[in-house]
């Protein structure tokens, strides 16, 4: 089996059976490092042509030690946030990633804190466990169908949660530049500005990628927002203003947030939002179910032996 060709910089995950199953068929074999840092990266992935990477930082610093070998790298994910794509693009480098192996698993998770949020499930679960029975508490409580949901970017993900709030009869709101120019909305879609968005909707859902977009949702755009409503990130940390989310919901400028993704992560323990019971929050679990994390162990290695061998690229970030 060849050696030199494929390295993994780090995962998180027990083993690389699903990698190394699909590279033998191949021929190909994945050497397995636990690089964290530059220079453990610079130290260990020397000579290598592909490098598959999760966490590990991928900066200019790298690339240009690792230039010229190096000529693919692919991320176990969709967000390419800790890799410089420009630095890598000036060494020559592509990057891919793996956009379609959980999309459905977000949208439902999306789904599953909307449905929370709404119908204040976690409220009423934590006040019948402390001994009170009494569902006024709750209120007020709204139909969804009679709601308008808003969601920011209406791509894989977005589009399959759009689908889904669609089928609860929410009319639902879109905003997506990009998708707007391309005529990619459906037709039960109606494409507004953000801050139309954000003044009309009473559940806000994000699903668009963190570059060009940190403090997307800030002071000022929750402000915009109805007091009834809610706001949903499971896209990336960063979006959201954390600390603009925390006064907001503070003060009562919105009824709630609920957000998988934080920046940093893992979320520190004295933040503050994690004092609100109007805040609710996941560990960067969206994206996971078992047959996703298969997919996305498979997908990788399948793109890592193309970028191996010479062969068409599928999922290229930086073309």
Known sequence: MNKNLIAITDC????IEVESRVMAKEGLEAAWYCCKTEEELI?????????????????????????????????????????????????????????????????????ALTLALTRKVVFCNNRVKSGVWNYQEAIPIYRLSTQTVGIIGIGRIGSAYAERMKAFGMKVLAYDEYARKAGRAQDY??????????????????????????????????????????????SRGGIVNEKDLYMALKDGEIAGAACDVFSPEPIARDNPLLTLENFLATPHIAWYSEQAALDLERKVAEEAVRGALDQPLLNVVNK
């Not at 998180?12 to 083993?15: G, S, V």
């Open 189 to 234: 879609m109606e494409m507004v500005g953000l801050e139309e968005l954000l003044e009309r909707s009473d559940v806000i859902s994000i699903h668009c990628p963190l570059d060009g977009n940190r403090d997307l949702i800030a002071g000022s755009e929750l402000k915009k927002m109805k007091k009834s409503a809610y706001l949903i990130n499971v």
């Open 43 to 111: 130290r260990d992935c020397k000579g290598y042509r592909v490098l598959i990477n999760q966490y590990a930082p991928m900066t200019e610093k790298v690339f240009q030690a690792l230039s010229p070998e190096l000529r693919v790298v692919v991320r176990y994910g969709v967000g390419v946030d800790n890799v410089d794509l420009a630095a890598a693009t000036k060494y020559g480098v592509k990057v891919c990633n793996v956009p379609d192996y959980g999309m459905y698993e977000v949208a439902d998770q999306a789904v």
């Open 12 to 15: 998180d995950h027990d083993d």
